[in-house]
């Protein structure tokens, strides 16, 4: 039986170093690095384990990282760090180090650029809590509503939105359900900086607190207290304040103040009808 002999071949691809022992660019624009880091290039290639070599050669890349990570950083929302944007293409510069060859005629500003921003861009799927999918049919979402609005000259009822997304209603409603979430706000989103920038303002300083009032709102509470219990009783007073301010139901106030429930809604309806009384005969006082 004949036997076919199979030949290795060797992929081996063309040399752009010249004469003079310099990487030139394939395009004869000029060397792929400068002259003045080539020797350290040619160095850490050699030695390709030396951390030292690695890391002067990117000291000397980091302003190109620096260019890249705020142009990507002024299109992105508030609330996403700089600094992490750096450090990640700080990643994708090392690794763009280690897997540059120098005799492929490239530059490596050019080289490096996919690396880096490739790091960049991993950084931030990584910070995004939400799933690449949901963001996806919030777009879809987004861009069928503003499409149905234009036609419609109104804002479009679910069932229009899922016609013309060609989606059944249950299908819609978890879209919409997943997309709401994209609206929340993290609490340690910077706000804005203080004239000196060196202070920096978060949402979670500026967030209201529901669990206590404002100063002014205690001082008009206080005040709208002092006036209707003016004249009244202990025990009158403790109605009014337990019922309204405390919101506290007649049996409730009728267990603490040891009376019955009826006679509690009875002491209610004679302070309202004093009070009606007395405030009538004060409307004057209270025109703006």
Same mark, same amino acid.
Not at 34 to 59: F, G, I, S
Not at 277 to 282: F, V
């Given at each position: 039986?004949?036997?076919t002999?199979?030949e290795?071949?060797?992929e081996?691809?063309?040399?752009?170093?010249d004469?003079?022992?310099i990487?030139?660019?394939r395009?004869?624009?000029?060397?792929?690095?400068?002259l003045?880091v080539?020797?350290?290039?040619?160095?850490?290639?050699k030695?390709?384990?030396?951390?030292q070599l690695?890391?002067q050669?990117?000291?000397n890349y980091?302003?190109?990282?620096?260019?890249?990570?705020?142009?990507l950083?002024?299109?992105?929302p508030?609330g996403?760090e700089? +600094? +992490?944007?750096?450090?990640?293409g700080?990643?994708?510069?090392?690794n763009?180090?280690?897997?540059? +060859?120098?005799?492929?005629?490239i530059?490596?500003?050019?080289?490096?650029?996919?690396?880096?921003r490739?790091s960049?861009?991993?950084e931030l799927?990584h910070?995004?809590?939400?799933?690449?999918?949901?963001r996806t049919q919030a777009?879809?979402?987004?861009?069928?509503?503003?499409?149905l609005?234009?036609?419609?000259?109104?804002?479009p009822t679910e069932e229009?939105?899922a016609d013309?997304? =060609?989606?059944?209603?249950?299908?819609l409603e978890?879209?919409?359900?997943?997309?709401?979430?994209?609206n929340?706000i993290s609490l340690?989103?910077?706000?804005?900086? =203080?004239?000196?920038g060196?202070?920096?303002m978060?949402?979670m +300083?500026i967030?209201?607190?529901?669990?206590?009032?404002?100063p002014?709102?205690?001082?008009s509470k206080n005040?709208?207290?002092r006036?209707?219990t003016?004249?009244l009783s202990?025990s009158?007073?403790l109605?009014?304040i337990?019922?309204?301010f405390?919101?506290?139901?007649?049996?409730?106030i009728?267990?603490?103040?040891?009376?019955?429930?009826?006679?509690v809604?009875?002491?209610h309806?004679?302070?309202v009808?004093?009070l009606?009384?007395?405030?009538d005969s004060r409307?004057?006082?209270?025109?703006?």
């Amino acid at each position: 039986m004949p036997t076919t002999k199979t030949e290795s071949t060797t992929e081996v691809h063309e040399s752009f170093i010249d004469e003079n022992g310099i990487p030139q660019q394939r395009n004869g624009s000029g060397p792929v690095v400068d002259l003045e880091v080539l020797p350290q290039w040619q160095a850490y290639k050699k030695n390709p384990q030396d951390d030292q070599l690695r890391n002067q050669l990117l000291e000397n890349y980091l302003p190109v990282v620096k260019v890249h990570a705020e142009r990507l950083w002024h299109r992105l929302p508030d609330g996403v760090e700089l +600094d +992490d944007l750096f450090s990640a293409g700080c990643f994708g510069m090392l690794n763009a180090i280690g897997s540059f +060859d120098l005799s492929r005629g490239i530059k490596f500003e050019a080289y490096c650029v996919t690396r880096v921003r490739g790091s960049m861009l991993d950084e931030l799927r990584h910070m995004d809590w939400v799933p690449r999918m949901v963001r996806t049919q919030a777009t879809k979402l987004y861009n069928a509503t503003n499409e149905l609005e234009a036609k419609l000259g109104r804002h479009p009822t679910e069932e229009e939105l899922a016609d013309h997304m =060609n989606l059944p209603m249950p299908e819609l409603e978890k879209i919409m359900a997943n997309s709401s979430s994209i609206n929340l706000i993290s609490l340690d989103k910077k706000k804005w900086k =203080n004239s000196e920038g060196n202070k920096s303002m978060t949402e979670m +300083d500026i967030v209201a607190d529901k669990r206590f009032a404002s100063p002014s709102t205690r001082m008009s509470k206080n005040d709208v207290v002092r006036l209707v219990t003016k004249g009244l009783s202990r025990s009158e007073r403790l109605i009014m304040i337990l019922y309204y301010f405390e919101e506290m139901t007649m049996k409730e106030i009728g267990v603490t103040l040891d009376l019955s429930e009826s006679r509690v809604s009875q002491m209610h309806s004679s302070i309202v009808h004093r009070l009606s009384s007395q405030l009538d005969s004060r409307k004057g006082e209270f025109k703006l």
